[in-house]
């Protein structure tokens, strides 16, 4: 009986590590890093943003729907739990848990650059550039777990600065402000996947929009939408 017991403990705990990862990264008009999607048990979607907060949460609307948006979230039906007024005043109120994910935050008495924000979700430890680090990049967030985020910095082109620059192993490039003034600052390859978009040389009902690639594609088991 007890062998039996410790065996789904320790079932639970391994399959509570391995549920939550990094499954979605949304752009806003295809330029600046809208959030960062960690996916927990029963495909649940937790957004948050590069500075740390989270943003929302719910089920990923599936394609075959009549109404589907591609980024949007349907309502998640289980419980949410808060933290109440004896908590830390940095996430007094702040979501404590989505499910059966745990969400915990960092302190006041911590650093400014960390203070407030997810330290964890889940098993998965957030970390955040310091005030150490280039300016462009200051408090965003560093790593999730063992994903780690890099960042343009100050001394790069106007059109990039801060812009997230890769995720693990796979490098985001962008248009600079060297190019067609439509597209300045939009995504111009994640990995090896490549994008093209309409310039002021083309229609005016066009420009701006992807020419070549997908809205929404996964690459390197992250799934990538150009909103």
Not at 15 to 42: D, H, P, R, W, Y
Not at 201 to 213: F, I, M, N, P, V
Request: charged letters at 20%.
């Amino acid at each position: 009986m007890k062998k039996g017991i410790l065996l789904l403990l320790l079932l639970n705990i391994l399959l509570t590590a391995n549920s939550q990862k990094l499954g979605q990264v949304v752009f806003s008009k295809g330029t600046a890093l809208s959030s960062i999607g960690f996916i927990a048990e029963q495909q649940l979607i937790i957004r948050v943003s590069d500075y740390g907060s989270l943003l929302e949460w719910g089920m990923e609307m599936e394609s075959y729907r009549y109404n589907y948006q591609p980024g949007k979230l349907l309502p998640f039906m289980g419980r949410v739990d808060y933290y109440g007024q004896e908590s830390d005043s940095s996430f007094r109120g702040k979501v404590k848990s989505i499910g059966t994910c745990f969400i915990t935050y960092y302190p006041l008495s911590e650093t400014p650059e960390r203070a407030g924000k997810i330290k964890s979700l889940g098993m998965l430890q957030f970390d955040y550039f310091s005030q150490y680090d280039n300016a462009a990049f200051r408090g965003k967030l560093k790593s999730a777990g063992n994903y780690l985020l890099t960042y343009f910095a100050s001394y790069d082109n106007e059109a990039i600065r801060g812009k997230i620059k890769s995720i693990d192993s796979c490098p985001i490039t962008y248009f600079t402000s060297f190019e067609d003034k439509v597209i300045v600052g939009k995504v111009k390859s994640i990995c090896s996947v490549n994008f093209e978009w309409y310039t002021s040389r083309d229609r005016r009902e066009l420009q701006g929009s992807l020419k070549s690639g997908r809205y929404q594609q996964v690459i390197n088991s992250i799934q990538y939408i150009l909103l």
